[in-house]
């Protein structure tokens, strides 16, 4: 499985961006995520979306954020809204084997990373 993320990019507080997680290889993988890193900082687990579109979000972007995806095409969305100075960050999309995003998992495939950068 290859991921490959993209949509990054330099954007003011309270504005919005759309990443992008284009998928290709085998298509075992049923949870699709993000994850971030801000720098001098661990990642951090961001949002998640099962085949069937079950979400889980961090409470940190919970009704800022939407995750979506288009099992057609293997394409993952991050919608990101009210941008925040402290979203700023190197996002990830991730894939895992799982019937449900599990916490306590680590991703069983990552993609390069997409920067976003939110000016105060």
């Known amino acids: 499985v290859q991921l490959q993320a993209s949509g990054g990019g330099l954007v003011q507080a309270g504005g919005s961006l759309r990443l992008a997680c284009a998928r290709s290889?085998?298509?075992?993988?049923?949870?699709m995520a993000w994850f971030r890193q801000a720098p001098g900082k661990e990642r951090e687990f961001v949002a998640a979306i099962t085949w069937r579109g079950n979400k889980n979000y961090a409470e940190s972007v919970k009704g800022r954020f939407t995750i979506s995806r288009v099992n057609s095409d293997g394409t993952t969305y991050l919608q990101m809204n009210a941008l925040k100075p402290e979203d700023t960050a190197v996002y990830y999309c991730?894939?895992?084997?799982?019937?449900?995003?599990?916490?306590?998992?680590?991703?069983?495939?990552w993609g390069q990373g997409t920067l976003v950068t939110v000016s105060s």
């Open positions: 991730a894939a895992q084997k799982t019937q449900y995003y599990d916490a306590d998992r680590r991703p069983d495939y």
């Open positions: 290889g085998s298509y075992s993988t049923n949870v």
